[in-house]
Protein backbone atom coordinates (compact mmCIF):
# COMPACT_ATOMS: atom_id res chain seq x y z
CA UNK A 1 0.00 0.00 0.00
CA UNK A 2 1.44 3.63 -0.91
CA UNK A 3 2.30 5.11 2.44
CA UNK A 4 0.20 8.58 0.57
CA UNK A 5 -2.94 7.27 1.57
CA UNK A 6 -2.30 8.25 5.09
CA UNK A 7 -3.28 11.73 3.61
CA UNK A 8 -6.24 10.65 1.81
CA UNK A 9 -8.39 8.45 4.84
CA UNK A 10 -11.42 9.53 5.36
CA UNK A 11 -11.30 10.05 9.15
CA UNK A 12 -8.78 12.89 7.63
CA UNK A 13 -10.42 14.15 4.41
CA UNK A 14 -13.35 14.48 6.72
CA UNK A 15 -12.58 15.59 10.15
CA UNK A 16 -14.49 12.63 11.71
CA UNK A 17 -12.53 12.60 14.95
CA UNK A 18 -13.26 16.20 15.58
CA UNK A 19 -16.78 15.63 16.01
CA UNK A 20 -16.19 13.28 18.90
CA UNK A 21 -15.27 16.58 20.77
CA UNK A 22 -18.62 18.20 21.10
CA UNK A 23 -20.15 14.46 23.36
CA UNK A 24 -17.93 15.89 26.21
CA UNK A 25 -20.09 19.28 26.05
CA UNK A 26 -23.55 17.46 26.05
CA UNK A 27 -25.78 19.06 28.76
CA UNK A 28 -29.19 16.95 27.88
CA UNK A 29 -30.86 14.66 26.23
CA UNK A 30 -32.06 16.58 23.59
CA UNK A 31 -28.47 17.49 22.59
CA UNK A 32 -27.49 14.33 22.74
CA UNK A 33 -30.07 13.05 19.93
CA UNK A 34 -28.79 15.91 18.15
CA UNK A 35 -25.18 14.65 18.24
CA UNK A 36 -26.04 11.07 17.30
CA UNK A 37 -28.17 12.44 14.32
CA UNK A 38 -24.75 14.24 13.55
CA UNK A 39 -22.65 11.09 13.99
CA UNK A 40 -24.74 9.44 11.25
CA UNK A 41 -24.35 11.71 8.87
CA UNK A 42 -20.58 10.35 8.62
CA UNK A 43 -21.78 7.23 7.46
CA UNK A 44 -22.36 6.60 3.50
CA UNK A 45 -25.72 7.10 2.90
CA UNK A 46 -26.75 3.89 1.73
CA UNK A 47 -25.63 1.73 4.77
CA UNK A 48 -26.97 4.71 7.06
CA UNK A 49 -30.44 3.36 7.69
CA UNK A 50 -29.09 -0.25 7.92
CA UNK A 51 -27.15 0.68 10.56
CA UNK A 52 -29.75 2.20 12.56
CA UNK A 53 -32.37 -0.47 11.96
CA UNK A 54 -30.05 -3.15 12.32
CA UNK A 55 -28.49 -1.84 15.45
CA UNK A 56 -31.14 -1.52 18.87
CA UNK A 57 -32.38 2.36 19.61
CA UNK A 58 -32.98 2.12 23.60
CA UNK A 59 -30.58 2.95 26.09
CA UNK A 60 -30.52 4.96 29.20
CA UNK A 61 -27.20 4.97 30.71
CA UNK A 62 -25.29 6.38 27.70
CA UNK A 63 -23.70 9.23 29.88
CA UNK A 64 -23.09 6.86 32.52
CA UNK A 65 -20.51 5.18 30.01
CA UNK A 66 -18.40 8.16 28.96
CA UNK A 67 -19.50 11.23 31.45
CA UNK A 68 -18.25 11.91 34.52
CA UNK A 69 -20.36 13.14 37.21
CA UNK A 70 -21.09 16.84 36.98
CA UNK A 71 -19.87 18.56 40.27
CA UNK A 72 -17.93 15.48 41.84
CA UNK A 73 -14.56 16.64 42.08
CA UNK A 74 -13.83 17.04 45.81
CA UNK A 75 -11.83 20.42 46.32
CA UNK A 76 -10.44 19.57 49.84
CA UNK A 77 -6.57 19.04 50.22
CA UNK A 78 -6.76 19.75 46.26
CA UNK A 79 -4.19 22.53 46.50
CA UNK A 80 -2.00 20.43 48.65
CA UNK A 81 -1.89 17.68 46.52
CA UNK A 82 -0.73 19.64 43.50
CA UNK A 83 2.37 21.15 45.43
CA UNK A 84 3.40 18.03 46.64
CA UNK A 85 3.46 17.27 42.69
CA UNK A 86 5.18 19.89 42.03
CA UNK A 87 7.91 19.72 44.74
CA UNK A 88 8.44 16.63 43.13
CA UNK A 89 9.37 17.61 40.28
CA UNK A 90 12.07 20.73 39.57
CA UNK A 91 10.45 21.51 36.32
CA UNK A 92 7.65 23.25 38.29
CA UNK A 93 10.12 25.07 40.78
CA UNK A 94 8.74 28.60 39.59
CA UNK A 95 4.78 27.51 40.32
CA UNK A 96 5.69 27.10 44.12
CA UNK A 97 6.95 30.78 43.97
CA UNK A 98 3.67 32.08 43.27
CA UNK A 99 4.28 33.50 39.35
CA UNK A 100 2.29 31.21 37.70
CA UNK A 101 0.46 34.18 36.09
CA UNK A 102 3.86 35.09 34.40
CA UNK A 103 2.39 34.05 30.99
CA UNK A 104 6.18 34.33 29.70
CA UNK A 105 7.10 31.22 31.24
CA UNK A 106 7.97 28.27 29.26
CA UNK A 107 5.99 26.08 31.49
CA UNK A 108 2.79 28.40 32.06
CA UNK A 109 0.46 25.84 30.52
CA UNK A 110 2.25 22.96 31.94
CA UNK A 111 1.62 24.56 35.13
CA UNK A 112 -2.22 24.80 34.40
CA UNK A 113 -2.80 22.05 33.32
CA UNK A 114 -1.48 20.26 36.61
CA UNK A 115 -3.94 22.47 38.44
CA UNK A 116 -6.79 22.42 36.34
CA UNK A 117 -7.54 19.00 34.68
CA UNK A 118 -4.29 16.66 36.60
CA UNK A 119 -4.79 17.76 39.55
CA UNK A 120 -8.49 17.77 40.38
CA UNK A 121 -8.68 14.07 37.60
CA UNK A 122 -5.96 11.93 39.46
CA UNK A 123 -5.56 10.95 43.36
CA UNK A 124 -2.18 11.38 45.32
CA UNK A 125 -0.89 7.66 44.08
CA UNK A 126 -2.38 8.82 40.49
CA UNK A 127 -0.19 11.53 40.34
CA UNK A 128 2.82 9.52 41.50
CA UNK A 129 2.47 7.96 37.83
CA UNK A 130 2.71 11.25 36.01
CA UNK A 131 6.21 12.06 34.19
CA UNK A 132 6.49 15.51 33.37
CA UNK A 133 9.09 15.65 30.75
CA UNK A 134 8.80 12.13 29.94
CA UNK A 135 11.89 11.62 27.21
CA UNK A 136 10.70 8.96 24.59
CA UNK A 137 14.29 8.06 22.45
CA UNK A 138 15.05 11.71 22.00
CA UNK A 139 12.25 13.14 22.49
CA UNK A 140 10.41 15.09 25.03
CA UNK A 141 6.40 14.93 26.39
CA UNK A 142 4.83 17.56 28.61
CA UNK A 143 3.33 14.81 30.50
CA UNK A 144 3.72 11.11 30.13
CA UNK A 145 1.14 8.67 32.48
CA UNK A 146 1.25 4.35 31.71
CA UNK A 147 -1.45 2.30 32.63
CA UNK A 148 -3.02 -0.55 30.53
CA UNK A 149 -2.03 2.10 28.08
CA UNK A 150 0.51 4.45 27.93
CA UNK A 151 -0.38 8.00 27.42
CA UNK A 152 1.77 10.40 26.05
CA UNK A 153 0.45 14.08 26.95
CA UNK A 154 1.22 17.60 25.16
CA UNK A 155 -0.18 20.66 25.54
CA UNK A 156 0.43 23.89 23.85
CA UNK A 157 -0.04 22.82 19.77
CA UNK A 158 0.63 24.53 16.93
CA UNK A 159 1.21 27.76 18.42
CA UNK A 160 4.94 27.54 18.40
CA UNK A 161 5.46 26.63 14.73
CA UNK A 162 7.59 29.47 13.21
CA UNK A 163 8.47 28.24 9.84
CA UNK A 164 7.33 24.96 7.90
CA UNK A 165 10.48 22.77 9.51
CA UNK A 166 9.38 23.36 12.88
CA UNK A 167 6.24 21.34 11.82
CA UNK A 168 8.42 19.19 10.00
CA UNK A 169 10.29 18.14 12.95
CA UNK A 170 6.98 18.27 14.74
CA UNK A 171 5.46 15.36 12.94
CA UNK A 172 8.57 13.88 12.72
CA UNK A 173 8.86 13.64 16.69
CA UNK A 174 5.05 12.55 17.12
CA UNK A 175 5.10 9.58 14.77
CA UNK A 176 7.87 8.21 16.48
CA UNK A 177 6.12 8.72 19.32
CA UNK A 178 3.05 6.65 18.08
CA UNK A 179 5.11 4.18 16.78
CA UNK A 180 6.47 3.10 20.72
CA UNK A 181 3.24 2.78 21.38
CA UNK A 182 2.03 5.88 23.23
CA UNK A 183 -1.31 7.62 22.69
CA UNK A 184 -0.90 10.73 21.84
CA UNK A 185 -3.41 13.38 23.33
CA UNK A 186 -3.70 17.20 22.42
CA UNK A 187 -4.22 19.75 24.41
CA UNK A 188 -4.76 23.28 23.57
CA UNK A 189 -4.57 26.75 25.04
CA UNK A 190 -8.48 27.42 24.87
CA UNK A 191 -9.01 23.58 25.86
CA UNK A 192 -7.04 23.94 28.78
CA UNK A 193 -7.75 27.44 30.36
CA UNK A 194 -11.04 28.45 28.39
CA UNK A 195 -13.08 24.74 28.20
CA UNK A 196 -11.57 23.01 31.75
CA UNK A 197 -14.92 20.89 32.29
CA UNK A 198 -14.97 19.92 28.55
CA UNK A 199 -11.21 18.13 28.82
CA UNK A 200 -11.82 17.08 32.62
CA UNK A 201 -14.66 14.95 31.41
CA UNK A 202 -12.41 14.03 28.18
CA UNK A 203 -9.07 12.73 29.95
CA UNK A 204 -11.55 11.09 32.41
CA UNK A 205 -13.02 8.83 30.13
CA UNK A 206 -9.80 8.17 28.44
CA UNK A 207 -8.58 7.03 32.04
CA UNK A 208 -11.87 5.52 32.93
CA UNK A 209 -11.29 2.81 30.16
CA UNK A 210 -8.23 1.84 31.17
CA UNK A 211 -8.07 -0.81 33.61
CA UNK A 212 -5.15 -0.02 35.43
CA UNK A 213 -5.49 4.01 35.78
CA UNK A 214 -9.55 3.61 36.77
CA UNK A 215 -8.36 3.03 40.23
CA UNK A 216 -6.35 6.37 40.72
CA UNK A 217 -9.50 8.53 39.52
CA UNK A 218 -10.11 11.27 42.59
CA UNK A 219 -14.22 10.84 40.51
CA UNK A 220 -15.14 7.71 42.13
CA UNK A 221 -18.66 8.32 43.29
CA UNK A 222 -21.50 6.29 41.70
CA UNK A 223 -22.60 8.61 38.51
CA UNK A 224 -26.15 9.97 38.29
CA UNK A 225 -28.64 8.28 35.78
CA UNK A 226 -30.74 10.55 33.66
CA UNK A 227 -33.92 9.47 33.67
CA UNK A 228 -34.68 11.37 30.35
CA UNK A 229 -32.31 9.99 28.61
CA UNK A 230 -33.77 7.26 26.16
CA UNK A 231 -32.49 7.38 22.66
CA UNK A 232 -29.83 5.60 20.72
CA UNK A 233 -28.20 2.33 21.44
CA UNK A 234 -24.52 2.97 22.92
CA UNK A 235 -23.75 0.13 20.54
CA UNK A 236 -24.98 2.89 17.25
CA UNK A 237 -22.00 5.35 18.46
CA UNK A 238 -19.55 2.94 18.91
CA UNK A 239 -20.43 1.25 15.78
CA UNK A 240 -20.08 4.52 13.94
CA UNK A 241 -16.41 5.25 15.75
CA UNK A 242 -15.57 2.13 15.03
CA UNK A 243 -15.96 2.10 11.42
CA UNK A 244 -13.90 4.87 11.35
CA UNK A 245 -11.23 3.77 13.57
CA UNK A 246 -11.30 0.44 11.83
CA UNK A 247 -10.03 1.96 8.38
CA UNK A 248 -7.27 4.63 10.62
CA UNK A 249 -6.00 1.11 11.51
CA UNK A 250 -6.56 -1.08 8.50
CA UNK A 251 -3.96 1.80 6.81
CA UNK A 252 -1.71 1.75 9.68
CA UNK A 253 -1.97 -1.95 9.53
CA UNK A 254 -0.80 -3.25 5.81
CA UNK A 255 1.94 -0.04 5.86
CA UNK A 256 3.43 -1.70 9.20
CA UNK A 257 3.98 -4.62 6.95
CA UNK A 258 7.87 -5.11 5.91
CA UNK A 259 6.87 -5.88 2.32
CA UNK A 260 3.80 -5.16 0.95
CA UNK A 261 0.91 -8.06 1.42
CA UNK A 262 -0.96 -8.95 -1.30
CA UNK A 263 -3.85 -10.48 0.88
CA UNK A 264 -4.74 -9.64 4.34
CA UNK A 265 -6.59 -11.83 6.58
CA UNK A 266 -8.34 -10.87 9.24
CA UNK A 267 -11.66 -11.82 11.50
CA UNK A 268 -14.16 -10.09 12.87
CA UNK A 269 -14.87 -10.01 16.60
CA UNK A 270 -16.72 -6.79 17.28
CA UNK A 271 -19.94 -8.77 18.26
CA UNK A 272 -22.21 -6.56 16.39
CA UNK A 273 -25.17 -7.80 14.18
CA UNK A 274 -24.08 -5.95 11.27
CA UNK A 275 -20.49 -7.23 9.48
CA UNK A 276 -18.51 -3.92 10.62
CA UNK A 277 -15.01 -4.94 9.50
CA UNK A 278 -15.75 -5.48 6.08
CA UNK A 279 -18.30 -2.77 5.53
CA UNK A 280 -15.76 -0.24 7.19
CA UNK A 281 -13.15 -1.16 4.79
CA UNK A 282 -14.92 -1.76 1.84
CA UNK A 283 -16.03 1.76 1.86
CA UNK A 284 -12.51 2.85 2.96
CA UNK A 285 -11.78 1.15 -0.79
CA UNK A 286 -14.55 2.93 -2.57
CA UNK A 287 -13.46 5.99 -1.04
CA UNK A 288 -10.02 5.77 -2.08
CA UNK A 289 -11.53 4.21 -5.71
CA UNK A 290 -12.77 7.74 -6.07
CA UNK A 291 -9.64 9.56 -5.17
CA UNK A 292 -7.51 7.88 -7.43
CA UNK A 293 -9.29 8.11 -10.17
CA UNK A 294 -9.35 11.64 -10.17
CA UNK A 295 -5.96 12.32 -8.13
CA UNK A 296 -2.56 10.68 -10.29
CA UNK A 297 -1.71 8.35 -7.46
CA UNK A 298 -1.84 4.60 -7.19
CA UNK A 299 -3.08 3.43 -3.61
CA UNK A 300 -2.01 -0.57 -4.47
CA UNK A 301 -4.80 -1.55 -2.06
CA UNK A 302 -4.63 -5.00 -0.99
CA UNK A 303 -6.93 -8.12 -1.26
CA UNK A 304 -8.57 -8.35 2.32
CA UNK A 305 -10.21 -11.65 3.64
CA UNK A 306 -12.77 -11.07 6.53
CA UNK A 307 -13.53 -13.95 8.22
CA UNK A 308 -17.28 -13.82 9.64
CA UNK A 309 -19.07 -16.52 11.91
CA UNK A 310 -22.44 -15.43 10.67
CA UNK A 311 -21.58 -16.13 6.79
CA UNK A 312 -25.17 -16.52 5.62
CA UNK A 313 -26.14 -13.05 7.44
CA UNK A 314 -23.07 -11.30 5.53
CA UNK A 315 -23.83 -12.14 2.28
CA UNK A 316 -27.11 -9.97 2.84
CA UNK A 317 -24.48 -6.94 2.66
CA UNK A 318 -23.14 -8.28 -0.65
CA UNK A 319 -24.20 -5.07 -2.84
CA UNK A 320 -21.98 -3.11 -0.19
CA UNK A 321 -18.55 -4.85 -0.20
CA UNK A 322 -15.63 -3.84 -2.46
CA UNK A 323 -14.76 -6.21 -4.88
CA UNK A 324 -11.02 -6.39 -3.35
CA UNK A 325 -13.07 -7.52 -0.17
CA UNK A 326 -14.19 -11.43 0.33
CA UNK A 327 -16.19 -12.27 3.40
CA UNK A 328 -15.74 -16.16 4.55
CA UNK A 329 -16.84 -18.37 7.09
CA UNK A 330 -14.00 -20.51 6.98
CA UNK A 331 -11.72 -19.77 10.23
CA UNK A 332 -8.13 -19.46 9.70
CA UNK A 333 -5.37 -19.54 12.28
CA UNK A 334 -3.36 -16.96 10.07
CA UNK A 335 -6.03 -14.18 10.57
CA UNK A 336 -5.62 -11.19 12.45
CA UNK A 337 -8.95 -10.32 15.09
CA UNK A 338 -9.79 -7.09 15.10
CA UNK A 339 -12.18 -6.13 17.70
CA UNK A 340 -12.67 -2.66 19.25
CA UNK A 341 -10.13 -2.58 21.55
CA UNK A 342 -7.17 -2.99 18.84
CA UNK A 343 -8.21 -1.20 16.60
CA UNK A 344 -8.57 1.97 19.75
CA UNK A 345 -5.21 1.44 20.68
CA UNK A 346 -4.05 4.35 18.02
CA UNK A 347 -6.48 6.98 18.05
CA UNK A 348 -6.44 9.07 15.49
CA UNK A 349 -4.99 12.56 17.48
CA UNK A 350 -1.90 13.02 15.52
CA UNK A 351 -2.09 15.57 12.17
CA UNK A 352 -1.81 14.45 9.43
CA UNK A 353 1.48 15.30 7.96
CA UNK A 354 0.88 18.46 5.63
CA UNK A 355 2.78 17.95 2.61
CA UNK A 356 3.64 20.27 -0.71
CA UNK A 357 0.75 20.12 -3.13
CA UNK A 358 3.36 19.88 -5.60
CA UNK A 359 3.69 16.06 -4.77
CA UNK A 360 0.18 15.27 -5.38
CA UNK A 361 -1.82 16.57 -8.83
CA UNK A 362 -5.34 15.84 -10.48
CA UNK A 363 -5.14 13.61 -13.51
CA UNK A 364 -5.50 15.88 -16.64
CA UNK A 365 -7.33 15.21 -19.42
CA UNK A 366 -10.11 14.02 -18.68
CA UNK A 367 -13.31 13.85 -20.20
CA UNK A 368 -16.76 15.32 -18.54
CA UNK A 369 -18.34 12.26 -18.77
CA UNK A 370 -15.27 10.23 -17.26
CA UNK A 371 -15.07 13.19 -14.39
CA UNK A 372 -19.15 12.53 -13.91
CA UNK A 373 -18.78 8.66 -13.39
CA UNK A 374 -15.89 8.83 -11.63
CA UNK A 375 -17.04 11.44 -8.90
CA UNK A 376 -20.64 9.23 -8.16
CA UNK A 377 -19.15 7.96 -4.51
CA UNK A 378 -18.59 11.61 -3.27
CA UNK A 379 -21.53 13.01 -5.12
CA UNK A 380 -24.03 10.16 -3.81
CA UNK A 381 -22.46 8.88 -0.46
CA UNK A 382 -21.41 11.62 0.78
CA UNK A 383 -23.52 14.79 -0.90
CA UNK A 384 -26.35 13.12 -1.13
CA UNK A 385 -27.09 14.16 -5.50
CA UNK A 386 -28.92 11.61 -6.83
CA UNK A 387 -27.69 12.78 -10.58
CA UNK A 388 -24.38 12.99 -9.64
CA UNK A 389 -22.56 16.33 -11.11
CA UNK A 390 -24.13 18.76 -12.96
CA UNK A 391 -22.55 19.91 -16.34
CA UNK A 392 -21.22 23.41 -15.36
CA UNK A 393 -19.86 21.83 -12.68
CA UNK A 394 -18.13 19.38 -14.48
CA UNK A 395 -16.57 21.54 -16.80
CA UNK A 396 -15.46 23.82 -13.91
CA UNK A 397 -13.80 20.64 -12.39
CA UNK A 398 -12.63 19.77 -15.81
CA UNK A 399 -10.40 22.66 -15.32
CA UNK A 400 -9.47 22.61 -12.25
CA UNK A 401 -7.96 18.94 -12.82
CA UNK A 402 -6.18 20.64 -15.40
CA UNK A 403 -3.98 23.20 -13.29
CA UNK A 404 -6.30 26.03 -15.24
CA UNK A 405 -7.51 29.39 -14.39
CA UNK A 406 -11.45 29.41 -13.98
CA UNK A 407 -13.72 31.73 -13.03
CA UNK A 408 -17.21 30.03 -12.53
CA UNK A 409 -20.86 31.98 -12.68
CA UNK A 410 -23.81 30.39 -11.91
CA UNK A 411 -27.37 31.28 -10.57
CA UNK A 412 -27.65 31.33 -6.79
CA UNK A 413 -28.39 28.29 -4.87
CA UNK A 414 -27.32 25.81 -8.50
CA UNK A 415 -24.11 24.27 -6.76
CA UNK A 416 -21.09 26.38 -7.42
CA UNK A 417 -20.13 25.55 -3.90
CA UNK A 418 -19.22 22.36 -4.66
CA UNK A 419 -16.73 23.36 -7.17
CA UNK A 420 -14.58 24.16 -4.68
CA UNK A 421 -15.60 21.99 -2.01
CA UNK A 422 -14.47 18.63 -3.61
CA UNK A 423 -10.85 19.53 -4.60
CA UNK A 424 -10.51 20.74 -1.36
CA UNK A 425 -11.55 17.60 -0.22
CA UNK A 426 -9.58 15.75 -3.03
CA UNK A 427 -6.00 16.93 -2.30
CA UNK A 428 -3.46 17.44 1.26
CA UNK A 429 -3.49 20.81 3.00
CA UNK A 430 -5.86 23.72 3.64
CA UNK A 431 -7.86 25.41 0.96
CA UNK A 432 -8.60 29.41 1.73
CA UNK A 433 -11.87 30.55 0.76
CA UNK A 434 -12.61 33.77 0.47
CA UNK A 435 -16.35 35.19 1.50
CA UNK A 436 -17.53 38.36 0.68
CA UNK A 437 -20.46 37.80 3.89
CA UNK A 438 -20.55 36.48 7.26
CA UNK A 439 -23.73 35.13 7.13
CA UNK A 440 -22.48 33.46 3.85
CA UNK A 441 -19.53 32.23 5.68
CA UNK A 442 -21.73 30.39 8.26
CA UNK A 443 -23.65 29.30 6.28
CA UNK A 444 -21.54 27.38 4.14
CA UNK A 445 -19.91 25.95 7.38
CA UNK A 446 -23.29 24.83 8.66
CA UNK A 447 -24.15 22.97 5.10
CA UNK A 448 -20.60 21.11 5.17
CA UNK A 449 -21.47 19.90 9.27
CA UNK A 450 -24.37 18.70 7.40
CA UNK A 451 -23.04 17.00 4.82
CA UNK A 452 -20.91 15.28 7.79
CA UNK A 453 -17.59 16.56 6.85
CA UNK A 454 -15.74 18.49 9.91
CA UNK A 455 -12.59 19.47 8.48
CA UNK A 456 -13.58 23.15 7.95
CA UNK A 457 -13.94 26.47 10.01
CA UNK A 458 -14.67 30.13 9.17
CA UNK A 459 -12.64 32.86 10.39
CA UNK A 460 -14.41 36.60 11.00
CA UNK A 461 -15.08 39.67 13.07
CA UNK A 462 -18.04 37.48 15.06
CA UNK A 463 -15.42 34.87 16.57
CA UNK A 464 -12.11 35.04 17.79
CA UNK A 465 -9.01 33.01 16.22
CA UNK A 466 -7.96 32.09 19.18
CA UNK A 467 -11.62 29.74 19.32
CA UNK A 468 -10.79 27.98 16.19
CA UNK A 469 -8.81 24.69 16.63
CA UNK A 470 -8.13 23.64 13.12
CA UNK A 471 -7.03 20.34 11.81
CA UNK A 472 -4.34 19.94 8.74
CA UNK A 473 -6.95 19.48 6.25
CA UNK A 474 -9.44 21.88 6.20
CA UNK A 475 -11.43 24.48 4.24
CA UNK A 476 -11.06 27.82 6.07
CA UNK A 477 -13.32 30.57 4.98
CA UNK A 478 -12.65 34.13 5.81
CA UNK A 479 -14.02 37.67 4.81
Known sequence: ???????????????????????????????????????????????????????????????????????????????????LFFQRHPYFDNAL??????????????????????????????????????????????????????FAIEVDGFGKFK???????????QNYIASQGWRVIRFTYNQIMRDTETTLKLLYSLFNEDVNLCRYLA????????????????????????????????????????QNAELIRLKDNFGFSIPLLALAISD????????????????????????????????????????LVAISDIDNSNAQTVNAEIVSIKPATLPAPIISTETVKFRKNLTLEQIHDRLDYFTGEIFGYSSGTKKFQDSILQR????????????????????????????????????????LMRDQHLTLRNYGISSVEFINSDGSVLDLEFTPRSQIHTD
Not at 415 to 422: A, M, P, T
Request: a positive charge; hydrophobic letters at 35%; proline letters at 4%.
Open 1 to 83: MNPLVRHFVPSIVRGFHRENNDFFKIKNSQELEKFVQEKLRFIPRSLADSFKNQLANDFETVKNQYKMPDGSIDSKGLNKKIN
Open 97 to 150: KNNEDNKESNNYLEIHFVRKILGPLLDNSGLLLVEPQRKIGSHQVDFAIQGASK
Open 163 to 173: QRSDLDDFIQR
Open 219 to 258: VRRNIRTDPGLNLFDPQLIDAIDNFYRVQDWFVENALSFE
Open 284 to 323: LYKFLDTVQSVVNVDFDLPKCVIINNDYNYSLKWKKSIHY
Open 400 to 439: IFNEEHILGISATGSGKSFCFWLPALLKPGLTLIICPLRS
